[in-house]
């Protein structure tokens, strides 16, 4: 890579830190953002810098064993997990981690960000899994995220954050913005006390412009419920879009529980078939009935 070039990525990183900074995507040290240079080495962010201070000197370059081979900073400590993503995602050149709020309020509660309510979503990233949980800055958290990245541009990370990953700096930053208005979107109709979610059929119409809009989606939804794993990583993506023969726009039917069965629910409405059929477990029954029961006597 010319020096030009590199010069350019180290100015876009940098611009890209200070946009996740004043947008509080990021606070105080948060937050890492690297590059592919070549076939041998990558740019990233420096450990303890905020990234809304960073100059283009500060950049680290390393290999992909993350060892150093220039700069006078320490790379960033979570350097691990990009590298896991490098190695599964051939067609990735750019990693961005960060903990904007409303985002990694959905990670802390456990509630992914896979529902069908967005037509922008559902032809730019998709679904919105979480990752399990894992310490930060250790090996824990590059193996919770493989599961994941082969399917999935973007994701959260259980009580921690969120990682997009794109062919630039900008674009995965981009899908960063993407989820955190998702975020807020989905968390104010659920205050409201509703979603309508996209039906299926519509969201496989969606699903067939990503052409026209010159989207390269990393995998397609999935059509078995059973089949979305294999070899211990997820292989296509999972979307709640109910089944309707003729609406377009179908309300959920689970909005108005909030007790332990009403993600086993949504589940099961997610895994319909054809014939409306839903099935539950007795605990998940019970669990509908007692919070049924909750609901009637407040």
């Given at each position: 890579?010319?020096?030009r070039?590199e ?7 940098v611009?890209v830190g ?16 690297s590059?592919r ?7 990233t962010?420096?450990?303890a ?5 960073m100059t ?7 290999d992909?064993d993350g060892?150093?081979i ?5 790379a960033?400590?979570?350097l691990?997990?990009?590298l896991?993503i490098y ?7 750019a990693?961005?981690?960060a903990?904007?709020?409303?985002a ?5 509660a456990?509630?992914?960000?896979t529902?069908a ?5 559902i032809?730019?990233l998709g679904s ?8 930060p ?7 919770a995220v ?10 959260l990370?259980a009580n921690h ?13 981009h899908?960063?913005e993407t989820?955190?208005h998702?975020?807020k ?7 409201l006390?509703?979603e309508?979610l ?16 010159g989207?390269?989606?990393?995998a397609?939804?999935c059509?078995?419920p059973?089949d979305t794993?294999a070899a211990?990583q997820?292989v ?8 309707s023969?003729s609406?377009?726009?179908v309300?959920?039917?689970t ?6 069965g009403?993600g086993?629910l ?13 099935r539950?477990t ?6 509908l009935?007692?919070?049924a029961?909750?609901?009637?006597r407040?």
């Open positions: 890579m010319s020096t070039i010069e350019q990525l180290r100015a876009e990183i611009e200070r946009r996740m900074y004043a947008r509080g995507y990021v606070a105080s040290n948060d937050g890492n953002i590059a240079l070549d076939d041998a080495r990558l740019l962010t420096p450990t810098v905020s990234k809304g201070y283009p000197d500060m950049m680290v370059v390393v992909y060892n150093r220039s700069g006078e900073r320490k960033s400590s979570e691990k997990m990009h896991e190695r599964n995602r051939p067609d990735v050149n990693v961005v981690h903990h904007p709020p409303l990694t309020g959905f990670a802390v456990g509630i992914p960000l529902r309510v967005l037509a922008e979503v032809t730019t919105i899994p979480i990752a399990e949980y894992a310490t800055s250790t090996a824990e958290l590059p193996e493989r599961k994941y990245i082969n399917a999935h541009d973007g994701m990370l954050g969120a990682v997009t990953c794109g062919d630039s700096v900008t674009a995965a930053y899908k960063m989820i955190e998702f975020a979107i989905s968390l104010v109709a659920r205050l006390g509703r309508h996209i039906s299926r059929e519509e969201v496989e119409r969606l699903q067939g412009l990503r052409g026209t809009y989207i390269t989606a990393p397609p939804l059509t078995d059973n794993i211990g997820v296509c993506q999972v979307l709640e879009s109910p089944a023969p609406d377009r726009l309300p959920d039917i909005a108005g529980l909030s007790g332990p009403a086993s949504r589940a099961r409405v997610q895994a319909a078939s054809s014939k409306g059929e839903i539950l007795y605990a998940e029954l019970t669990a009935i007692v919070d029961v909750k609901n009637l407040d």
